[in-house]
C-alpha cells in the first residue's frame, strides 16, 4: 500500500494531530489489508463529518440567539401613552442662553443646539410628553428669546403625563402625589438650563404666549462714557401705545401688519459701579424690537444723535420706512420676568443637589469672568500707550463692547431706508404663497 498516500488521509481525518501521532496510527494499521484500511477510513470520516455537523449547528444556534438579542435592542416596546393621563401644566425656568441658538425648537439643523430642544429631548426621555412635535402636547410659550440671549423666569406651557386622574388633578391636596417634573427633568438637564417651578392648575384654556399679561426684559451694559440723563429722556419717548415698525426686524415670512405695542415703562438703572442696565416692560415685543431701541439709545447716550430722534422714528409719517442702522448685540439681553394673573406655582428644591451644582456652575461662570476680566485690564494698562488706526474714527457704541468703527458718522435722517412693511410683505406672498 502506498504509506504516503495513507498519510495524507489520515492528515485529512484528523487535522489537528502531529506528525508523531500521524507515525503512531500509521504503524498500528501497518499489517491491516487493503479493504480493512478502507472500512477504517470511510467510519473515521463518516465520525469526523458528525462531528463538524453538530458544530456548525451549534455555532448557528448561538447566531440565531444573538440576532434575535439584537432585533429585541432595535425594537423597544413603544410606550403607551393612552393608558395614562394628562394634564395641562405651566413651567418657570431659567437659562444662560449665551451657547445656545436661542429658545425656540428648529425643524432644520441649527449650528448650536436649542433651549426648546434640549428641554423637550429631555421631557420625551422621561416619557412626560409623546413625540418631539409641539402640535401633539398643546405646547406655548411666552416670549420667544433669540441667539445668544439668556432668560431669568420663562414660562412654557403644555399637556404632560400625569400620575393622577382628572377628578384629583383639580385638588390642591393630591398634589403631593403627581410626578416631581421639576426634580426629574432637573436631574437630565444641562447647568445652564433649570426649572425653577411648576404650576400644575393654571388656569382654564391657559396658554403662555397668550395669557401673559406683561414681559419685562433687561439689557445691562457699561457706562462707557454715555450720558445717561439724555438716554432717559429719549427712553421716556417709548412709553406708552406707538407703532414700533422702525424698532424691529421686518420679515416677510410673519405677515405682520400691525405693529404698535404698549411699552408700560422703560427706565435705566445702576447695577452696580459702572454696570446699568435699561428696564423695560411691556405687553408684548416685536422680533429684535429691544436691541434696536437699545441702538438708538447707545447713539443719544453718545451725542450722536438728538433724544427727540426716538419720537422722530415713532412718527410713522415722517418715517413710514425704517432707515437703515444696526442693532445692538445679544448676549446682554434677559428675559427677566414674565407677569401672569391666578398662577399658584410650586418652587423646586433650593437645597437639592441639582440646584446646589446649578449654582455652583453660576459661581465658577462669576469666578472666570472675573479672573478673565482682571487679566484683560492688565494687558490694556500695559497697551494703552500703543497707537492705533482707530484714533481718527468714530466708535459707535452696540453694547458688546467692541463697536462699530466708522470714519463719517451718518446720521439716521440721512440714511437709506428699507422697504416698507407692505412691500416687504407683498414681495414674499408673491415668492412663497402664490
Not at 502506498?2 to 507515525?23: E, F, G, M, Q
Not at 409623546?130 to 406655548?140: A, L, V
Not at 469666578?367 to 478673565?372: P, R, S
Request: aromatic share 12%.
Amino acid at each position: 500500500m502506498n504509506w504516503k498516500y495513507v498519510t495524507n488521509i489520515l492528515r485529512h481525518i484528523v487535522p489537528n494531530a502531529s506528525k508523531s501521532d500521524i507515525v503512531k496510527i500509521g504503524n498500528k494499521y501497518e499489517n491491516w489489508t487493503k479493504q480493512q484500511l478502507i472500512d477504517r477510513l470511510q467510519a473515521l470520516e463518516t465520525l469526523s463529518n458528525s462531528n463538524i455537523t453538530a458544530e456548525y449547528h451549534s455555532q448557528n444556534s448561538d447566531i440565531k440567539k444573538d440576532n434575535l438579542t439584537i432585533q429585541r435592542k432595535k425594537h423597544p416596546k413603544e410606550f403607551n401613552f393612552e393608558k395614562y393621563h394628562k394634564r395641562h401644566v405651566a413651567l418657570k425656568f431659567c437659562y444662560l442662553g449665551w451657547d445656545y441658538n436661542g429658545l425656540a425648537l428648529q425643524k432644520d439643523k441649527t449650528p448650536l443646539p436649542t433651549i426648546e430642544g434640549i428641554l423637550l429631548e429631555a421631557m420625551k426621555k422621561c416619557k412626560f410628553i409623546p413625540s418631539m412635535n409641539p402640535k401633539d402636547f398643546k405646547f406655548s410659550r411666552c416670549g420667544r428669546t433669540d441667539k445668544g440671549v439668556s432668560a431669568l423666569n420663562q414660562i412654557i406651557s403644555l399637556d404632560m403625563r400625569s400620575e393622577l386622574p382628572p377628578a384629583e388633578q383639580v385638588d390642591a391636596n393630591f398634589d403631593h402625589k403627581e410626578i416631581n417634573y421639576t426634580a426629574i427633568l432637573n436631574q437630565i438637564l444641562p447647568p445652564a438650563i433649570r426649572i425653577t417651578a411648576v404650576c400644575l392648575n393654571p388656569p382654564k384654556d391657559f396658554d403662555a404666549r397668550f395669557n401673559c399679561i406683561s414681559r419685562h426684559y433687561k439689557y445691562f451694559f457699561k457706562l462707557d462714557n454715555l450720558d445717561i440723563t439724555l438716554m432717559r429722556e429719549a427712553a421716556k419717548h417709548f412709553e406708552g401705545e406707538n407703532d414700533f415698525r422702525n424698532f424691529c426686524k421686518l420679515d416677510g415670512s410673519k405677515q405682520i401688519k400691525n405693529y404698535e405695542r404698549t411699552i408700560f415703562s422703560f427706565d435705566i438703572s445702576k447695577v452696580k459701579e459702572d454696570i446699568y442696565c435699561f428696564d423695560i416692560i411691556a405687553s408684548a415685543f416685536l422680533w429684535h424690537q429691544v436691541r434696536y431701541m437699545v441702538a438708538i439709545l447707545f447713539l443719544v447716550g453718545q451725542k450722536l444723535e438728538p433724544s427727540s430722534i426716538v419720537k422722530d422714528l415713532l412718527d410713522v409719517n415722517k418715517y413710514p420706512r425704517k432707515p437703515i442702522y444696526d442693532m445692538a448685540a445679544d448676549f446682554p439681553l434677559v428675559l427677566y420676568d414674565c407677569n401672569y394673573s391666578d398662577m399658584k406655582w410650586i418652587k423646586s428644591n433650593i437645597n437639592d443637589y441639582k440646584a446646589i451644582k446649578f449654582r455652583k456652575s453660576l459661581e465658577a461662570i462669576d469666578y472666570q469672568l472675573q479672573i478673565k476680566a482682571t487679566i484683560a485690564s492688565i494687558f490694556l494698562e500695559e497697551l494703552k500707550e500703543v497707537d492705533n488706526n482707530t484714533s481718527n474714527k468714530t466708535r459707535i457704541c452696540t453694547g458688546d463692547g467692541h463697536g462699530n468703527f466708522t470714519s463719517i458718522y451718518s446720521k439716521i435722517e440721512d440714511r437709506l431706508t428699507m422697504r416698507s412693511f407692505e412691500e416687504i410683505n407683498e414681495n414674499y406672498r408673491k415668492k412663497h404663497l402664490e
